[in-house]
């Protein structure tokens, strides 16, 4: 008997040692599978500005927030979109719009960026600006820049917080006029929100 006692003690340790060092099927967390989110993010179609002043992607499920017929008054095209909700300060919002002649914003490009940081501009504490980098979208010289700011959220909610929120903007030189992308989300998730004006700045396109 005292034999066998081996043979049979083996076996056993074997596998006590493979189950162990085998990880649990249902506990394992899958390492390529993303968001949910971000995969309804990145798919887009394309939206066309009226009169075909500009096309780009934008995301599919974004909801795009409706013109109330102002814009066109102010000589201004384009588009507004609303990300998914999320409880880290609102949802994302992808904006692209053409500044024409006569608009009430600005009468060019260099114009438009001296507003944003004309002398005097009120600034909370926190509120910070990068430098003004150069770049290049279809074609046409550009700028673009980033703001920190933030905000209270629930907006008129005896429990609003303050939220560091993250404003990209990159303005586009044309003749006449010109174009304003940008993106604004809670600063702790932009980085998720990104792609998306990085896929609309790779399409854009003026005729």
């Known amino acids: 008997m005292t034999d066998r006692v081996p043979r049979l003690i083996v076996p056993a340790l074997a596998v006590a040692l493979l189950c162990?060092?085998?990880?649990?099927?249902l506990s394992a967390k899958p390492k390529s599978v993303k968001p949910a989110k971000e995969n309804a993010m990145l798919r887009t179609k394309e939206f066309v500005a009226e009169k075909g002043l500009f096309r780009c992607a934008v995301p599919a499920d974004w909801r795009q927030v409706p013109d109330d017929g102002q814009d066109a008054r102010s000589h201004v095209a384009g588009v507004m979109l609303e990300g998914p909700a999320s409880a880290e300060g609102g949802p994302p919002v992808l904006t692209a719009f053409y500044y024409g002649p006569g608009n009430t914003?600005?009468?060019?490009?260099?114009?438009?960026?001296g507003r944003q940081f004309r002398p005097g501009r009120i600034k909370l504490p926190g509120d910070e600006d990068s430098a003004v980098s150069d770049t290049v979208v279809a074609g046409r010289k550009a700028r673009t820049f980033t703001r920190k700011s933030s905000r209270l959220y629930p907006p008129d909610s005896v429990d609003a917080k303050k939220v560091p929120m993250l404003r990209e903007t990159v303005v586009i030189a044309n003749k006449p006029g010109f174009f304003v992308l940008e993106l604004t989300s809670p600063a702790s998730s932009s980085g998720r929100w990104r792609p998306a004006l990085k896929r609309m700045l790779e399409s854009f396109k003026v005729p």
């Open 105 to 113: 914003v600005a009468e060019d490009a260099e114009a438009f960026l």
């Open 20 to 25: 162990w060092a085998s990880p649990d099927p």
